[in-house]
């Protein structure tokens, strides 16, 4: 009687997990009409919805267990202070793919990253640094979004 009874019950597992999956949600195209913004576009959003601009420098990579440990060195935008860390999770930057949420987060930084440095992003009810692309910030810089700090001087000049 039990094995009939867990033999139904396997079956009735088996087909509820087959309904979920074909369930999952699938990676929508965009709406019709939709143009995508350019990047100069796409980076000024950026700019103005994030709470905190940072440069700093990586203490410490991150993985499943732990946070990403990031020293401020310069705030071009936003209330942290020089001198402070961060512990935060790392997000996907200013251009995540498509589905992002579908793959299970991005990569994680490399202990081996250590003093490595960096600008990143912070967006309000997002705590995560989402790290710029040396184009990105000098978009940023050429638009007049951010005010240059002492290590953004022009290549070639010594420092």
Do not use: Q
């Not at 699938?26 to 994030?50: I, S």
């Not at 905190?52 to 990586?58: F, H, K, N």
């Not at 060195?73 to 999770?89: I, Q």
């Not at 990143?120 to 240059?148: H, K, Q």
């Amino acid at each position: 009687m039990w094995s009939s009874f867990l033999r139904a019950g396997r079956w009735v597992c088996a087909a509820a997990v087959a309904a979920t999956a074909a369930a999952a949600p699938a990676c929508l195209p965009p709406p019709p009409g939709w143009v995508e913004p350019t990047e100069e576009e796409r980076v000024a959003g950026a700019t103005r919805a994030a709470s905190d601009i940072v440069y700093g420098e990586i203490v410490r990579g991150n993985d499943r267990r732990r946070r990403a440990r990031f020293r401020v060195l310069h705030v071009y935008k936003g209330s942290a202070r020089v001198g402070s860390v961060l512990s935060l999770p790392v997000g996907w930057g200013l251009d995540p793919p498509m589905c992002a949420g579908m793959l299970g987060g991005p990569p994680p930084i490399p202990d081996s990253a250590r003093g490595e440095r960096a600008v990143a992003l912070i967006f309000p009810n997002m705590s995560e640094l989402n790290f710029v692309d040396p184009g990105e910030l000098a978009i940023m810089l050429r638009l007049g979004l951010i005010e240059p700090g002492p290590h953004d001087r022009p290549a070639g000049r010594p420092r």
